[in-house]
């Protein structure tokens, strides 16, 4: 890898501490987005995220990973086709 590609990819990798401002767009479509998807759906989504692991959240709800997986999968389906649609 040459230093420019390099340079690059740590640019690319760099933290953003504004994502989650209030008033960035992304953290209001990101909320929007979230708000369309069903409730349980919901809470099965920031369960993952929270606890970083399907079987933690599997465990909790009383299911298999492999339901949770599955579960988050679709979520991240439609999250990615509300911000097609924008």
Do not use: W
């Not at 299911?63 to 999968?73: A, D, G, P, R």
């Amino acid at each position: 890898m040459n230093p420019q590609d390099l340079k690059k990819l740590i640019a690319e990798y760099q933290p953003n501490y504004d994502i989650m401002r209030e008033d960035d767009d992304r953290t209001h479509n990101l909320k929007v987005a979230l708000s369309k998807v069903p409730e349980a759906e919901r809470v099965i989504f920031c369960l993952y995220l929270d606890l970083g692991s399907s079987r933690k959240v599997g465990k909790l709800l009383g299911v298999s990973h492999s339901t949770i997986l599955t579960e988050v999968k679709k979520i991240k389906a439609k999250i990615i086709e509300f911000y097609e649609t924008i």
